[in-house]
């Protein structure tokens, strides 16, 4: 909600449907004042065989101001099933760590993990033929055509409370990072005709602004260049964001996203384990970056077990050299189940000191951080410097942060 966020996954998923030649509508709940009679109203009207609730994430994943989303979604759940009688499946980039366990604490028929547009209509037969089936593996594959239904959402609502319009190249993340639930996920990209056709449908409706749902833009250098370079040759009057890692990446490249009006790249970095090469790749992505005017800011996960502070320091001088617009740093790590570093740490007797609200839980899903170097070091450490922010402590993202620095 700081900002909301349109449910960009709700309308890829509608669009499968519909192209098979289903009936979808989605109920966008972001702005309900009363939810459930929403649902009942929503229900009443379209009258539909089975409901979908998209979970885009269990909880805020950060330690300071955590929100936990699974026990209101639950209610819903609850009130779909008691009261009106449908069958619900689960779906959405959350659900992805456990979905055994999600479709449990949830009390859910169905859950699909993962891109679930390229099976939705699948799942639907399988139910449909009274499947004992609850847990669907949710795959794509690269250049799937599936027409983005953008009418079923309110797009001027969220124009008027600072959201912004989303669009996506791909999904999945070849990375490995420690403690992501994205790691080594399969890639699927898009074709970017029909990527640059939504961003012009969501232009027609009055979108100029917009934030790529990549969870990193950078996948493959060679197709972010073609993306670019049909972007270009749009002449689209727009501004844009997005998620990078520093890697796939060359001085062209932003060049062309300059071109295309990106303004604003979060950097996404992590200190563990990393190799010289690791940091002179971010100075080179630092500068290559700054070097065309697109701001940068890092967001940067670091105080992993056994990490010194001393280390820590060097790291954000590392980092701070090349003068991204702004570090904000995270010394709290969620742990998710069945990620790297929690495997890690929950097997090391040793680490269960720096767990906060662990209760030999294993699936995790309520939150659970590793913690050694509390808000009092870090601030000690950052010494107050202003290029610094401490994740969490205040609500809001990057783009909303860093606006008034847009071209
Ligand atoms: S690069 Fe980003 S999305 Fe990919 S594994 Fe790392 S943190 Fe996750």
Known sequence: MFPPVPPIGLEYIAGALISAGNKAEILDLCFSENIFKEIDNAIDLFKPDITGITVRNIDSALFLNNEFFLNEIRDIVKHIKENCGL??????????????????????????????????NYVLEQINSNTNN????????????INRIISGINYNKYLEKGGIAGFETHKGCSSSCCYCIEA????????ISDVINEIKELINIGCSHFHLCDSEFNESLEYCLDFCNALK??????????????DNFNKKL???????????????????????????????????AKSTGIKVAVDLLTGFPYEKEQEIKQH?????????????INTYIRLYKNTRISKQIISDKNLHKYLIYYSNDENLIKPVFYNHINLEQLSQIVEFDPIFRIDGADKGVNYNRLENIAT
């Open 87 to 120: 069958k619900v499946i689960i779906g959405g980039a959350g659900t992805i760590s456990c979905p055994k366990d999600i479709l449990e604490y949830l009390d859910s028929d169905f859950i699909i993990s993962g891109p679930a547009e390229g099976s939705i």
């Open 134 to 145: 609850k847990i669907f593996y949710g795959t794509c594959t690269s250049g799937l055509k």
């Open 184 to 191: 080594n996920t399969k890639v699927f990209f898009k074709e």
């Open 233 to 246: 040759q749009e002449n689209l009057n727009i501004k844009w964001t997005a998620y990078m890692k520093p």
């Open 254 to 288: 932003f060049q062309l996203m300059k071109e295309t009006g990106a303004y604003l790249i979060t950097l996404t970095v992590d200190t563990y384990k990393k190799c010289d090469m690791y940091w002179s790749d971010i100075e080179r992505f630092l500068f290559s």
């Open 316 to 328: 954000l001088e590392n980092i701070r050299r090349p003068l991204p617009e702004s570090i904000n």
